[in-house]
């Protein structure tokens, strides 16, 4: 079977981790990448009760060379809504050089990259040019629970001197990119509970305390018009990007008005005034709203009050912000703003501390120059507007950086409708770590 091959068979797998209904699916992709590792002398699946198994393979047959550990995750997000997608998400469709389908890129087309290239350096070379681990866990788009409680319980079985990610970007096509530096995050809910149950508006409006009107005030309490956020102190520990970056930054083929049309898809860009996309979209923290739930949405009318709203909002993080001073801050700030009649809490799901990689170290210098052979082109240094929080995990627990080696590209639609891989892409990533393996 050919790589491509493998990738639709394993894209048809709808692991989708947030969604009970799809645990035997979760499970069965876990398998399927199980036995993809075979090759390897070590493979094995890791259980926990209530949380979808991690696959961890090894092979530490080359003494005194350099240990990686490859993660990457086979779990993907909710295909919904259903009715944007051009053809159905687990049934892959190709399409001039692209592979479309719910975690085409994200991660299951990136994490394939790493599997087959062990898979061809072992059958063309008999075995492996350094030393190798591989972590892939099913919890990365709801989470990562499992993950979080393993690696550190684990830092012998997970010793190594760099982790290799594949689940970034290039920053654009045909030029390569190693991301050097991602945001962290703060998800949760905020919880507003007004009256004991719904009431008729026209009874009770005027004097009974609306939720929804509630959860307005605080959500726009939290951030003003310009994109700032006011939350009290939220900023003080921001690092700005240094003058090198800001310098390389402004080099980088960039053409807003494109961006603003052809990936953002909008009348305008919002944020800040005063600073540039790219400070905007990675060294700035952000408040997102996600969705918001309360009353009736259904067809037709029915005058209530509700008396709960939810919203689900996140934080994303920059270096030097801490997660927990962040809920802190939060927490102080959804208190604050909240008015009388109803009370108002935020509610914790999962945070993780932003991450920076020194773009000197010694294998970031190498993975450089194997994407630099494979794409005949400067290899970029940037950063991701995105969460990976494996990242600051690995850093924290195993004193370990990671290589950030991303074939994506921006409009491969991570998280939406019509998600897609660019299949040359798919292919140059299989070379690229094939060379940079040997390169060690």
């Known amino acids: 079977m050919t790589p491509l091959e493998k990738l639709v068979e394993f894209l048809r797998i709808p692991s989708v981790s947030a969604d009970p209904a799809h645990t035997p699916d979760v499970r069965r992709a876990a398998e399927w990448v199980a036995a993809e590792l075979d090759v390897l002398p070590h493979v094995e699946l890791i259980e926990a009760p209530g949380r979808h198994p991690l696959v961890y393979a090894e092979s530490l ?68 040019p350094c030393n190798i681990k591989v972590l892939i866990e099913g919890e990365e788009e709801s989470g990562g629970e499992h993950i979080e409680a393993f690696v550190p319980a684990h830092t012998e079985k997970l010793a190594a001197d760099a982790a290799v990610i594949c689940d970034t970007e290039m920053f654009a096509p ?15 809910e905020i919880h507003v509970h007004g009256p004991a149950q719904d009431l008729h508006s026209g009874v009770y409006g005027g004097v009974a305390p609306n939720p929804m009107m509630a959860m307005a005030e605080i959500l726009t309490a939290l951030k ?108 102080a700030a959804v208190a604050a703003a909240t008015p009388k009649g109803v009370t108002a809490e935020f509610k914790l799901l999962h945070a993780a501390p932003p991450s920076s990689v020194d773009p000197s170290h010694p294998l970031i210098a190498k993975a450089a120059a194997a994407l630099t052979e494979s794409f005949g082109r400067e ?18 627990t195993l004193g370990i950086p990671s290589i950030l080696m991303g074939f994506g590209l921006p409009d491969d639609g991570l998280h939406s409708p019509n998600e897609k891989f660019h299949l040359p892409n798919f292919h140059k990533g299989i070379e690229t770590v094939q060379t940079f393996l040997k390169s060690l």
Request: include cysteine; charged fraction near 20%; charge should be negative.
């Open 61 to 128: 047959q080359a003494p005194g060379q350099p240990t990686l550990l490859l993660y990457g995750h086979y779990d993907v997000q909710p295909p919904d809504p259903l009715d944007l997608w051009n053809s159905p998400p687990f049934e892959p469709v190709i399409k001039n050089d692209n592979i479309y389908a719910r975690g085409a890129c994200d991660d299951k087309g990136q994490t394939l990259i790493l599997i087959t290239a062990l898979q061809q350096l072992l059958a063309r070379d008999g075995r492996l």
């Open 174 to 188: 045909g030029l390569p990119a190693l991301c050097v530096g991602l945001r962290g995050i703060v998800y949760g």
């Open 224 to 331: 003003n018009r310009d994109g700032h956020i006011t939350i009290p102190g939220f900023y003080d520990a921001v690092r700005p990007p240094t003058p090198e970056e800001a310098r390389a930054w402004a080099s980088l083929p960039f053409d807003e008005e494109h961006y603003c049309q052809t990936e953002v898809g909008s009348p305008a860009l919002t944020g800040e005034p005063g600073f540039s996309v790219f400070d905007r979209t990675w060294a700035r923290p952000t408040f997102e709203v996600h969705g918001i739930r309360g009353g009736f949405i259904g067809e037709g009318s029915k005058t209530v009050i509700p008396a709960v709203a939810v919203a689900k909002v996140s934080f994303r993080l920059v270096p030097d912000q801490d997660p927990a001073v962040a809920v802190d801050q939060i927490k």
């Open 379 to 396: 290899t970029v240094y940037i950063r991701s507007g995105g969460s990976i929080p494996i990242v600051g995990l690995f850093r924290q």
